[in-house]
T-cell receptor
Framework: QSMLTQPPSVSGAPGQRVTISCTGSSSNIGAGYNVHWYQQLPGTAPKLLIYNTNNRPSGVPGRFSGSKSGSSASLAVSGLQPEDEADYFC????????????FGGGTKLTVL | QVQLQESGPGLVKPSETLSLTCFVSGDSINNYYWNWIRQPPGKGLEWIGYIYYSGTTNYNPSLKSRVSISLDTSKNQFSLRLSSVTASDAAIYYCAASQVPDYYDRLHFHSWGPGTLATVSS
């Protein structure tokens, strides 16, 4: 059971906007900690998509954006493209026990 | 941009120790936290731990009793040892780099190796 909860799947048509949620608790997102997002294309390693809640690394399209409110965070993908079909994972610091970095269970984004 | 490549035996027997190595190129090994992360096939990601060039380590509390991460700066590589493995340790193991954060919650994984599959079977 992941400490960060994501929906197993979301879908949208090309050109549409979709959001992926990541729900945590008072020991991680709810404590005000940053959230980071990764994209994993089939058969490849994860790739950093958003860091420190709402920052994009160089080379990541502006169609991807992140936000946070309370104990939840969201990844928005606008202007969906076929190449956006992938698994998406959120990640945050958790202060339980001696502290560690935790991931969400992942969300499969399907472009219809 | 730093580049990483994992290596190690793909098959480990139950109760034995899994040993993997990650070779680093493209930047100084002194500049980052070096992490191991794993992913059982078809499942989510789990952070295992990191090491810094100073020798500082930090491990996932759920694995701490079985994990050791070491660093060889002369060879530009770092290694993972996971003891007493069971079937639940079968996964793709990734090595990944993190910029040294000013706060714990800013730690994220900006560069990843392609991953190596570790199978546990007798």
């Amino acid at each position: 059971q992941s400490m960060l909860t994501q929906p197993p799947s979301v879908s949208g048509a090309p050109g549409q906007r979709v959001t992926i949620s990541c729900t945590g608790s008072s020991s991680n997102i709810g404590a005000g900690y940053n959230v980071h997002w990764y994209q994993q294309l089939p058969g490849t390693a994860p790739k950093l998509l958003i860091y420190n809640t709402n920052n994009r690394p160089s080379g990541v399209p502006g169609r991807f954006s992140g936000s946070k409110s309370g104990s939840s965070a969201s990844l928005a993908v606008s202007g969906l493209q076929p190449e956006d079909e992938a698994d998406y994972f959120c990640q945050a610091y958790d202060s339980t026990l001696s502290g560690s970095w935790v991931f969400g269970g992942g969300t499969k984004l399907t472009v219809l | 941009q730093v580049q990483l490549q994992e290596s190690g035996p793909g098959l480990v027997k139950p109760s034995e120790t899994l040993s993997l190595t990650c070779f680093v190129s493209g930047d100084s090994i002194n500049n980052y936290y070096w992490n191991w992360i794993r992913q059982p096939p078809g499942k989510g990601l789990e952070w295992i731990g990191y090491i810094y060039y100073s020798g500082t380590t930090n491990y996932n509390p759920s694995l701490k009793s079985r994990v050791s991460i070491s660093l060889d700066t002369s060879k530009n590589q770092f290694s993972l040892r996971l003891s007493s493995v069971t079937a639940s340790d079968a996964a793709i193991y990734y090595c990944a780099a993190s910029q040294v954060p000013d706060y714990y919650d800013r730690l994220h994984f900006h560069s990843w190796g392609p991953g190596t599959l570790a199978t546990v079977s007798s």
